[in-house]
């Protein structure tokens, strides 16, 4: 089972995107979906995550900018984008997490490019 993402690329600060990750089979066990980012020469970082599909969690740096929405009933997760900064410029890697082994399953990253 891979996550598949979709919607990086590169925007003008101020301008919008929307990452989109479907799990392409049936993961059981999901509890919590979530979006994390790695800038070059700095360590992963969480952006947002969500589990079940109401508690959601921010970065402190995103929260009032991005939305993220979907969650474990169907494996799908988005995260809409608002405001950009070149400060958000990394890879973004769609997680799923399972809760009763443990297991991390990554997407393969997509790049976003905020120009100033």
């Known amino acids: 089972v891979q996550l598949v993402e979709s919607g990086g690329g590169s925007v003008q600060a101020g301008g919008s995107l929307r990452l989109t990750c479907t799990a392409s089979?049936?993961?059981?066990?999901?509890?919590?979906m979530g979006w994390y980012r790695q800038a070059p020469g700095k360590q992963r970082e969480l952006v947002a995550s969500?589990?079940?599909?109401?508690?959601?969690k921010y970065a402190d740096s995103v929260k009032g900018r991005f939305t993220i929405s979907g969650g474990n009933t169907n494996n799908t997760v988005s995260l809409q984008m608002s405001s950009l900064e070149p400060e958000d410029t990394a890879v973004y890697y769609c997680?799923?997490?399972?809760?009763?082994?443990?297991?991390?399953?990554w997407g393969q990253g997509t790049q976003v490019t905020v120009s100033s």
């Open positions: 089979g049936t993961i059981f066990g999901v509890n919590t």
């Open positions: 969500v589990t079940g599909v109401e508690s959601t």
């Open positions: 997680n799923a997490h399972v809760g009763y082994n443990l297991r991390d399953y």
